[in-house]
């Protein structure tokens, strides 16, 4: 029976519904996790599924760049310790995945947005990798933002989210680290090999810089998202994080962070640093970067070409809960 033909008005349905966003909403404000099964406002639950999946998207992608390395790795270490780098990533996106079916959406509704464009990934696996030092420049630079960015994110106000970032988070810290120690065994190196990683720094530095979103006054989710608790900090907070934690670990390394405005403020406790191309970030999120349709196109031949394995995995799980639910009945 509709709210009408129960002789309810539009104005009490709207108050009723006012009346449950003020209990969400003062819910959240009071620190309240919003689990799957509690209500919650449509708006919550849209942008919700609009971040994580991208979020997803971004570590089902992020495999590629790094991935196409694993076979030309400098040594058996290095090899192992990529290959088990890049399979974490998989792993992050498939709890992810999880998290955001848990919104009531499908993981082949969420790809297929993906495959057709209608949903983001993040900017920064739109860059080719073209050296060794750059492998190093993603763990240290790449992972070291979003560790940024997910260690906020633990805090986050929808409980399946913020618990896939607090494993993620340990992960990431094992793939920061990585990346830096090849960053500082090659600055050890020769001449030719710190300016490998010199070459690294300044290809990887700005485009890092940009993970993190537009500037505050540009961001058209910040408001909401802050509001409801998903983004815990600013855009510009967390990049300035970035910068902060970062420069004196390129200077313990010897290289030169390509900014010629960057400089220490003593007034603000804080690193000052130049004007991002917002151009640049916005030509990659539309889909001009340097390699997304490469990425993209590797991602939706890989779903055609593993189709038959999901369907034979399908089929057989079906095939076993059906002889269960049999033998069930016999017993
Ligand atoms: N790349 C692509 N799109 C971006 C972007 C980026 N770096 N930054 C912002 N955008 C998009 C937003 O998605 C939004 O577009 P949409 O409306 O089509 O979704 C638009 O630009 C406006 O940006 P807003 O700041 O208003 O959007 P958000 O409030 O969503 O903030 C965000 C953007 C900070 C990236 C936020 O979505 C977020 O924190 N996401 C979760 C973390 C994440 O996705 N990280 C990506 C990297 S994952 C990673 O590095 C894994 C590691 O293991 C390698």
New binding site residues.
Partial sequence: MSYEDAGVTHSVFADDLAGREAAFQAKIDAGIAIEPQDWMAEGYRKMLI??IS??AH??II?QLPEGGWITRAPSLERKAILLAKVQ??AG?GLYLYGAAETLGVSREQLIAELHDGKS?????FNYPVLTWADVGA?GWL??G??II??TS?CRCSYGPYARAMVR?CKE?SF?QRQGYDVMWRLCQGTEKQKAMAQEALDRWWWPCL?????ADAD????MQ?MAWKI?IHS?DA?RQRMVDQTVPQAEYLGLRVPDPDLRWNPARDHYDFGAIDWHE?HR??AGEGPCNHERLATRVRAAEEGAWFREALAAYAEKQSGAECRNEVKR
């Fill in positions: 609009r971040q991208q979020h971004s570590e992020g974490d990533e992050h983001k990934y993040s900017s920064i993603i790449v992972d933002a979003a960015n997910q994110l993620i990431e793939h940009m993970m993190f979103g537009p961001s058209v989710h910040s998202s983004k855009n967390l970030f990659v999120i």
